[in-house]
Antibody, heavy 128, light 107 residues
Framework: QVQLQQSGPGLVKPSQTLSLTCAIS??????????WNWIRQSPSRGLEWLGR?????????DYAVSVKSRITINPDTSKNQFSLQLNSVTPEDTAVYYC??????????????????WGQGTLVTVSS | SSELTQDPAVSVALGQTVRITCQGD??????ASWYQQKPGQAPVLVIY???NRPSGIPDRFSGSSSGNTASLTITGAQAEDEADYYC??????????FGGGTKLTVL
């Protein structure tokens, strides 16, 4: 059974960096069949995918256009976890942040990807 | 703004059948996945692929897809099914998008 445990501060000042960590148990951040994602949710923006990191003989990252200039997602193989850093935050970055495992395969020749395990969520408030 | 479109709210009488739909161009290339979210909780995967349920999801939940529309059907809705439901798929650039969510009320 895969479990994702999030940690990090719940309050960040404007213009500073939001940092969260997601510790993985029951799988490996270096898995060749999974990707490790960050997703956030706010009343104004709904569920918003932020980005992912994954290993396929080498490390890859994909980021949402909306945050691409400010985001970094890094794996930490020594601790089997991955992290989110979001720079230059504003109050619009206030949200519940989730980490999630993504898997994908072909179902009847059609590609499908889904998030099967989620972290517990962390409410991050951007305020001075 | 979401590129997957869902009705904001749907209601169903207890024990009846309800269909929640999701429309978007990416659904012509990828199957949707569906998530149930109750207040204060993380989303839970209920349907993925052509019509697959994770372990522990009741068989009253089913999925289907046609053209640019994916559907989640609950056959014999129960009080505990009252929740927000979100669809999701990847797009051609590999990014994920979520629908705006449908609030299901069980009457």
């Amino acid at each position: 059974q895969v479990q994702l445990q999030q940690s990090g501060p719940g309050l960040v000042k404007p213009s500073q960096t939001l940092s969260l960590t997601c510790a993985i148990s029951g799988d490996s951040v270096s898995s060749n069949s999974a990707a490790w994602n960050w997703i956030r949710q706010s009343p104004s923006r709904g569920l918003e995918w932020l980005g992912r990191t994954y290993y396929r003989s080498k490390w890859y990252n994909d980021y949402a256009v909306s945050v691409k200039s400010r985001i970094t997602i890094n794996p930490d193989t020594s601790k089997n976890q991955f992290s989110l850093q979001l720079n230059s935050v504003t109050p619009e970055d206030t949200a519940v942040y989730y980490c999630a495992r993504e898997v994908g395969y072909y179902d009847s020749s059609v590609k499908t990807y889904y998030f099967d395990y989620w972290g517990q969520g962390t409410l991050v408030t951007v305020s001075s | 703004s979401s590129e997957l479109t869902q009705d904001p709210a749907v209601s169903v009488a207890l024990g009846q059948t309800v269909r929640i739909t999701c429309q978007g161009d990416s659904l012509r290339s990828y199957y949707a996945s569906w998530y149930q979210q109750k207040p204060g909780q993380a989303p839970v995967l209920v349907i993925y692929g052509k019509n697959n349920r994770p372990s522990g999801i009741p068989d009253r939940f089913s999925g289907s897809s046609s053209g640019n529309t994916a559907s989640l059907t609950i056959t014999g809705a129960q009080a505990e099914d009252e929740a927000d439901y979100y669809c999701n798929s990847r797009d051609s650039s590999g990014n994920h998008q979520f629908g705006g969510g449908t609030k299901l009320t069980v009457l």
